[in-house]
Structure formats: C-alpha cells, structure tokens
C-alpha cells in the first residue's frame, strides 16, 4: 500500500524560504504526476504546481517565479522550495501523486498536509 509522508511546514516571516518534502512509501511502476495543493482557510484546494512524468512542470500564477517542484526519483520524493513567501501563501500544503500500479492502474494518492504561516 502507497503512503505519503510530508514534512517541512511551519512558521516563516515574510520573504523567507521553506522547503516541503513529500515521500513514497510501498511499491509503484511509475509515477505519472506528482503535485503540491494547498487550501487557506474559507478557500478551495488550488493546485500551486505540478510535475509531469516527462519533465514539464505547471505552476499557478500567483507562485510562478517563487517556487520550484522538483523530483528525487531514487528516494521517492517530490520537493516544493518555496521563496520570497507572502502572507498570502499562508495554507496547508497538500502532497498530490498519481502513480501507476501493477493490477490496478493510475490511482491518486494524496499527502496528510503541511501547515505553512507566513507572518511577522
């Protein structure tokens, strides 16, 4: 069974740097996206970015230039480096990954969630 672990919320001040790490466990073929959601409170879950298995990567408009998804495919673990965060980015962090598993297909897997405050 597929499980992933988060880590690397917390409390940052405006302008600071955080680092998210979001780990597979269990065993899977191959990983066709890996993601990062958050939702603010009162809001929806937004996707803030995402990985495609080949390499291209999306971000949302309001992270674009800020933060940067990238993959460790030996360990498993898909990374969201965060800069120059803004009150704004105040939300619990969601780990998102759709992997291909031998028997069953493609099916969606998702994080427990990482709070991230950005305040003074």
């Known amino acids: 069974q597929v499980q992933l672990v988060e880590s690397g919320g917390g409390l940052v001040q405006p302008g600071g740097s955080l680092r998210l790490s979001c780990a597979a466990s269990g065993t899977f073929f191959s990983t066709n996206v890996m993601a990062w959601y958050r939702q603010a409170p009162g809001k929806q879950r937004e996707l803030v970015a995402r990985?495609?298995?080949?390499?291209?990567?999306n971000y949302a408009d309001s992270v674009r230039g800020r933060f940067t998804i990238s993959r460790d495919n030996a360990k498993k673990t898909v990374y969201l480096q965060m800069n120059s965060l803004e009150p704004e980015d105040t939300a619990v962090y969601y780990c998102?990954?759709?992997?291909?598993?031998?028997?069953?297909?493609?099916?969606?897997?998702w994080g427990q969630g990482t709070s991230v405050t950005v305040s003074s």
């Open positions: 990985l495609i298995g080949g390499g291209s990567t």
């Open positions: 998102n990954m759709n992997l291909l598993i031998i028997g069953s297909g493609s099916v969606d897997y």
